[in-house]
T-cell receptor
């Protein structure tokens, strides 16, 4: 299957700082990437759809100024959690669709805000 | 409105048994139905997927049954093994533009 790499896998930061999470498609070009948030024992909540070369489309209720998404190339999308607070602590997962349409996920990033 | 409903929330199966997880969807325009397997602390991994033009797809011990008229699809895991213990998510998509996920089923296969 296709490989989507996400980094870092774990990050701990102080309240008020910003954290950047990278998502790379390693063996295919992804014009569309998705960012999800997952709370413990819950399903995946779509945060935004990231399209290469254009602005991300955010789901209702997701603060675009809080969660900055950049899709600078066909293989890289980044999620920056700005001025992070403890309530932003969560498991963030990116995914990418390849040309066949199949959706592949990264390994996820566990963010803990102290 | 929840686009994809999944049941049961949790499932316990003995080793060698059959695990069955069910999903129902609302939008008849959905044309792609994948299943994902997620282990704790990891991202979901694509397990198997089906398009609505077939009623069944089998890959190894994993089978998807699809009932278009009932708007339901299910995952069957034959000869379930302890290593299959994970959380399973069904999903649905139209033209791969957006994926709607079920609430997940935590499967525990007892040795």
């Amino acid at each position: 299957g296709a490989v989507v790499s996400q980094h870092p896998s774990r990050v701990i930061c102080k309240s008020g700082t910003s954290v950047k999470i990278e998502c790379r498609s390693l063996d295919f070009q992804a014009t569309t990437m998705f960012w999800y948030r997952q709370f413990p024992k819950q399903s995946l909540m779509l945060m935004a759809t990231s399209n290469e070369g254009s602005k991300a489309t955010y789901e209702q209720g997701v603060e675009k100024d809080k969660f900055l998404i950049n899709h600078a190339s066909l293989t890289l999308s980044t999620l920056t959690v700005t001025s992070a607070h403890p309530e932003d602590s969560s498991f963030y997962i990116c995914s990418a669709t390849r040309d066949t349409g199949e959706l592949f996920f990264g390994e996820g990033s566990r963010l803990t805000v102290l | 409105q929840q686009q994809v409903k999944q049941s049961p929330q949790s499932l316990i199966v003995q080793k060698g048994g059959i695990s069955i997880i069910n999903c129902a969807y609302e939008n008849t325009a959905f044309d792609y139905f994948p299943w994902y397997q997620q282990f704790p602390g990891k991202g979901p991994a694509l397990l198997i997927a089906i398009r609505p033009d077939v009623s069944e797809k089998k890959e190894g011990r994993f089978t998807i049954s699809f009932n278009k008229s009932a708007k339901q699809f299910s995952l069957h895991i034959m000869d379930s093994q302890p290593g299959d213990s994970a959380t399973y998510f069904c999903a649905a998509s139209k033209n791969f533009n957006k994926f709607y996920f079920g609430s997940g089923t935590k499967l525990n296969v007892k040795p």
